[in-house]
Each structure stands twice: as C-alpha cells, then as structure tokens.
C-alpha cells in the first residue's frame, strides 16, 4: 500500500445498484399512493345523478333541487340534465297547479305558464303563455307549440303531484328559456280541475336561479299594477261607457220621436 | 264540489242562459221584420210570423233578467275587484255588456210601450229593429271577450282581427270625441222634439 492514500470502503454493489436501491422505496410509495389517489378518486367521485323518472311520484332525492314554499305549502323540485329540465310539482289541492317564469308586466302578462290538473287519474297539463295581466291563454290557441316533453301526475285526497320534462329553450315565442341567473317564478294552485278557476290567496313569487339551484321567496307581486303608465285609465274609460250609453238612449229617444208623422198600416 | 268552482258555475249558467235567450229574442224579431214584407200565403210562415212577435217580447225578457244577473256574479263570483278593474280585457268586457244591456232594456221598453203597434210604423220598427241588432251585436262581442278571459279563442277572432279590433286593448274614447257624439245626440233628439212638436200643433190645428 503506498503512502498517500485514502483507504476507501468498498461496497461490494456497483454505484448505480446503489441509487436504484436508495430510490426504490421511494419510487414504490409513489407509485402506491397514485394508485391509491386513483382508486380514491375513481371511489369516492359522485356518480352523475340519474335523470328524475316522470311517473307521477316524486321521491326523496329523486331531484337535483328544491323549493318549498310554505307561504301556501307548495313544492317545486327541479333537475337540469343536458338541455332539459325536470320540474315536479306538489300542492296541497285536488285542483290545478301551475308554475310560471318571467312575466314582463303587469301582474302575469307575457309569462310563461305550465299549468295542469289531474282529473280521474288522467293528468290534464297544458303549455300556456299569459297574454294579458290576468290571463292565459294556451300555446298552440296562440300559435306556438305545446313543448311539454313527458309529463305525468298522481292525485290523492289531500295532495297533488305533477312532473313533467322540457326543453331550457324550447325556441317557441311563447314560451320563456331558462338560462343562467335569477329568474322570477310563480307558483299557483286551486281547487278546481280545470284552467281557470282563480287562484285567490294560493300563489307566490319566488326568485330561482335554476342553474345554481337558488332560491328565494320574493313574496306577492306588489298592489296590482294599473293599467297604462301615467295616468289612470279609469276616468277616460268611465267617460267611455257612458257616453255610449247616453249616446244609445238619446238616439233612440230621438228616433221614437221622429215616429210621429210615420205612415201607418193595417195591422198585420 | 268546492264552494269556489260552484261559484263561479253561476256565472257561466247565467252567461248562457242570456245568450241563448236573448239570441232567440234577436231571431224571433228578424222573422217578424222579414214578415212586413214576405207575405206569403203559407200556414207555417204565418204562423212563424204571428208567433216571433211575442216570443221576441218573452225572450227578450228572460234574457234581460239572465244578463242582469250574469252581471252579479261575474262581478262577485270570478275575480277579485281589484283584478277586475285592472285588466283591460275585462273592462272592455265590462263596457261592451253596459251597452248590450242598454240595448236590451230600450228593446222591452219600446215594445211594452208602444205594444205589437210599433210593426205599423216603419220609423219605430227599424228603430226596434236597431236596437235588437245592437243588443245581439254586442252580446256577440261580449261573450267573445268572455271566451278570451276563459283562455280559449274566439269564433270571432278572424272578423275582429280582419276589422282591426283587439280587445285586449283597453278601448276608451278621448274626452273630445265623447263630448262630440253627446252633443250630437242630444242635437238629434232636441231636433226630434221639436218636429215632434210642430207637427202635433199641426195636428191640432187641421182637428180644429
């Protein structure tokens, strides 16, 4: 052995032999818990929702989101999947309910209304469209389209439930598209099977965003709104009756007046 | 049956009994005026003719009865006062079955009046003519309106849309034009009073 020289250890493995077996465990520990990260994953990632079944019934959970309101007991529950929409509805009535979405004023005018009725174990649902402040008017009577997709209910003696599938954009003139943000909802029931009985104190306002699944109870519409804006339309309409009224007396006043020099004939 | 659906059945119980009352009443009157000049000398047509003047009369009262009470309850058996008068469709309903029942009523006050002798006359059986086909006219209007209120469509949407007319506008005369027809008609009838006049002076003048 010369002089000068460190004595090093040697191990009887090559350098690299060496590396590969310091990394190993922790290449194994990585590989292990990506794995493990993927089976997690793969575990534990919420499976898509299936699509609410329109059979009349809803069940717990069945929808996505809901709303109760409890001013007047009734429940919307809604399910967005691709582009449609699920929407069930449940009252306490034996009668009509309705949900409706975007009026443009006044009151209801220009809403978009689904509104239906169960009537011996037939489900009577109907795509209408307000046309003036207080009434509706159904899609296709107007020109549009009946865009209901599936629809089914069930009626017991307390409760009714309708669900029913269509379209966000349904592309009719008549009907509203469901879009992102805060939409202005109306919900409605009465007692009668039919479309028109009125729905009286049964009915509010609710601010949903569908898409997000918010909602907020924005409580009745405000003091119905009168008629034309500025001044009130009462005073000119009022002159207009009796006008025509006077206007009908007063003619026919005069033409009985006129009679007397009238030729007259034998009796017939 | 709910208290509010049978409620509201009066209302449209009384809206057809009127119409079908007062529609007769209309059809009655229209033969009879046919018969001043058809006089063909058949049973069955005279008959029809003799008969459609009382009938016009009995209808007619019938049906102003069912229309003043059509009026009740629409106005308290369908919607709230406040939804009433806040709608246009249900003014214009509202002012259309004024007119209608104004009609009517001068149709049995003319008749109860001047009796089955107004058919000798031809100015009081065209103005009992007129006033017969104004009241059917806007009866016709009214229940169109109606229909509209009830979400259904019209019979009369083709001819009221060919005309220009929408009733869910609310229709209202400007003060100007209000005034103009009442001063026009009440022109008309000081006119009338006064040829009235003169020719009953002259009549007392040619008796003496």
Known sequence: ?268 | MSPETGRIAWHVITAELHTGMLTLAFASTIIRLIGVWVTADRPVWRGLVRLAEPTAYLAGVGGLLALIASIVTGFTYTWPAEVLLTSSVVLNKIAITAFSTTFWLLFLVTRTVYGPRLWDHACLRWAYAALVAGGFLTLMLAGSTGGHLAGKRSMLDGILHALGVNTHLLFTLSTAAAYTILIASVSLLAAAAIRRLIWGRGQARRAT
């Open chain 1, 1 to 268: 052995m010369s002089r000068g020289a460190h004595p090093r250890s040697r191990s009887p493995l090559p350098r690299a032999v060496r590396v590969v077996a310091a990394t190993a465990p922790l290449v194994f520990w990585a590989v292990i818990a990506s794995a493990g990260m993927l089976a997690a994953w793969g575990l534990t990632a919420t499976a898509a929702a299936p699509a609410p079944v329109i059979d009349g019934k809803i069940a717990e959970g069945e929808y996505a989101s809901h709303y109760v309101a409890r001013s007047i007991g009734m429940e919307l529950h809604w399910t967005i999947e691709g582009d449609s929409i699920y929407i069930g509805l449940r009252a306490p009535t034996t009668g009509w309910l309705a949900v409706g979405w975007d009026p443009s004023g006044p009151i209801m005018q220009g809403e978009d209304i689904l509104i239906g009725y169960i009537r011996g174990r037939e489900l009577f649902l109907q795509d209408y469209f307000a046309n003036s402040s207080v009434t509706h008017a159904n899609d296709v009577s107007l020109g549009g389209r009946d865009d209901v997709l599936e629809s089914s209910g069930s009626e017991d003696e307390q409760f009714t439930t309708i669900e029913f599938r269509r379209k966000l954009d349904t592309g009719d003139r008549f009907d509203r598209p469901i879009t992102p943000g805060t939409h202005t909802v109306q919900l409605a029931y009465a007692p009668g099977d039919d479309f028109v009985t009125y729905h009286g104190e049964k009915r509010t306002v609710v601010r949903i965003d569908f898409l997000a699944g918010a909602a907020q109870e924005a409580g009745l519409f405000a003091r119905p709104r009168s008629l034309g804006e500025g001044s009130d339309p009462l005073g000119p309409w009022l002159l207009t009756v009796a006008t025509g009224v006077l206007a009908i007396v007063v003619l026919t006043a005069a033409c009985l007046l006129w009679h007397g020099r009238g030729e007259r004939r034998p009796l017939r």
